[in-house]
Nanobody
Framework: QVQLVESGGGLVEAGGSLRLSCAAS????????VGWFRQAPGKERDFVAAISLSGDSTNYADSVKGRFTISRDNAKNTVYLQMNNLKVEDTAVYYC????????????????????WGQGTQVTVSS
């Protein structure tokens, strides 16, 4: 199994930027696709972005497309979510998740596809 720890959350003004990190440990020799999800108070968990094992394939929710960028550094066992032009509605707890894969180019946008989850990091955007 793999353990995931998110970091980089915090308070930022609307229009600002944050970069979240998801550090993996454990069976990092295994092959994983990774996704970011978020959950705002009183709302369901939503897909944000996903990246393939190789990093060559990505997918984004329409609400963040053009503003957020997911990337990974496999040598550091870390996945990043660069968030620019933040909006108040981006306020949520952000979670990273990992899924063991065979294909280096596969991406997944549904939470049910992921086996491993981090503890979450709070992102608050003020107006």
């Amino acid at each position: 199994q793999v353990q995931l720890v998110e970091s980089g959350g915090g308070l930022v003004e609307a229009g600002g930027s944050l970069r979240l990190s998801c550090a993996a440990s454990g069976r990092t020799s295994s092959r994983y696709a990774v996704g970011w999800f978020r959950q705002a108070p009183g709302k369901e968990r939503d897909f944000v972005a996903a990246i393939s094992l190789s990093g060559d394939s990505t997918n984004y929710a329409d609400s963040v497309k053009g503003r957020f960028t997911i990337s990974r550094d496999n040598a550091k066992n870390t996945v990043y979510l660069q968030m620019n032009n933040l909006k108040v509605e981006d306020t949520a707890v952000y979670y990273c998740a990992a899924r063991a894969v065979l294909s280096s180019g596969s991406v997944y946008v549904y939470g049910q596809h992921y086996n491993y989850w981090g503890q979450g990091t709070q992102v608050t955007v003020s107006s």
